[in-house]
C-alpha cells in the first residue's frame, strides 16, 4: 500500500470518490491512501450517504483535510472496518498531540463534546472499495457546530503524513496476521 500527500489545494465536491483517483491524480497504482487540504461542498447528487441524502444535510467546510483511501476489493463490510480503524487512527493522533483523550468516535465521526469534526464514507465500485474522510482545518461558516486541527494547533500536512503512514502500517499488520497462520481443520 502507498501513499501520497498532495501539496495542491482541491475542492472536495464528492466527485473525487471515485475508482482509481490516486491512479489518475498521482500516479499510483493499487491500494492507496492520499491527501490533500481544501474546501468541502458535496452537493446532493454526489452524496453517497443515503441517511444525509434523504435529510438534505448539506455538507460544507471552508477548509478540510481529506483523504481518500482505495483497496483493489469490492467487500463493503471490510471497506465499512477499515474506516472504522482510519477514524480511530485519526483520534488518536489528535489525542497524542493534544496530551489528553479530548476527541471520540461515534461510528465513523469524530466529536469534542458535541462539535463535529469529521465527515466520513465508505463505498465501493465494480474493481474496489473507496474511503472518504474530511477532517476540518478551520470551523468557519459550517453547517453545524464544529472544531478543526487549528482549534488544537495542529498543522494537517504533519498531520496528514502521520495519519497515511500509520494506516499503511495498520494494514501491512493485518496483511501479515492473515498470512502468517496456517489453516484449521
Not at 482510519?86 to 483520534?91: H, M, N, Y
Not at 503524513?161 to 496456517?182: G, Q, S
Amino acid at each position: 500500500m502507498k501513499y501520497r500527500l498532495v501539496k495542491d489545494e482541491i475542492m472536495y465536491t464528492g466527485e473525487q470518490l471515485q475508482s482509481n483517483f490516486a491512479y489518475t491524480t498521482c500516479g499510483i497504482v493499487g491500494d492507496s491512501i492520499i491527501a490533500f487540504c481544501g474546501m468541502c461542498d458535496v452537493k446532493l447528487k454526489a452524496m453517497v450517504d443515503i441517511e444525509d441524502l434523504k435529510a438534505g444535510r448539506a455538507i460544507y467546510s471552508e477548509s478540510m483535510l481529506h483523504f481518500i483511501v482505495e483497496h483493489h476489493d469490492t467487500d463493503l463490510e471490510k471497506a465499512v472496518l477499515r474506516q472504522l480503524l482510519l477514524a480511530d487512527i485519526i483520534k488518536d493522533i489528535i489525542n497524542d498531540s493534544i496530551g489528553r483523550l479530548v476527541v471520540r468516535r461515534v461510528n465513523s465521526d469524530l466529536y469534542d463534546e458535541n462539535a463535529k469534526l469529521s465527515i466520513s464514507v465508505a463505498t465501493v465500485t465494480p474493481i474496489s472499495s473507496l474511503i472518504h474522510f474530511g477532517i476540518n482545518i478551520t470551523s468557519i461558516n459550517t453547517p453545524v457546530k464544529t472544531k478543526g486541527l487549528r482549534d488544537y494547533t495542529i498543522d494537517p500536512y504533519e498531520f496528514a503524513n502521520l495519519v497515511m503512514d500509520r494506516y499503511t502500517k495498520e494494514i501491512d499488520k493485518i496483511t501479515t496476521a492473515r498470512c502468517k497462520v496456517k489453516w484449521v481443520q
